[in-house]
């Protein structure tokens, strides 16, 4: 089995700092897009659901 490089960087938007990190995999079933937006759309509904308390 061959090893992936993982890449790692930081970003800071607004107030905000992003530490991304990926590898690329042969056999990813959703792509990078795909993960990033049920990440936030379930952050949204998370703090929505905060909000309303």
């Known amino acids: 089995m061959e090893t ?3 890449v790692v960087f930081e ?4 107030g905000t ?4 990190e990926y590898a690329v995999s042969d ?3 959703e792509t990078a897009y795909d ?6 759309l379930n952050d949204t509904e998370s ?4 909000k309303a308390s």
């Open 11 to 14: 970003k800071t938007i607004g």
């Open 47 to 50: 703090y929505q659901n905060v």
């Open 27 to 29: 056999c990813a079933k």
């Open 4 to 6: 992936q490089p993982v």
């Open 17 to 20: 700092t992003y530490i991304v």
């Open 35 to 40: 993960k990033v937006k049920k990440l936030i």
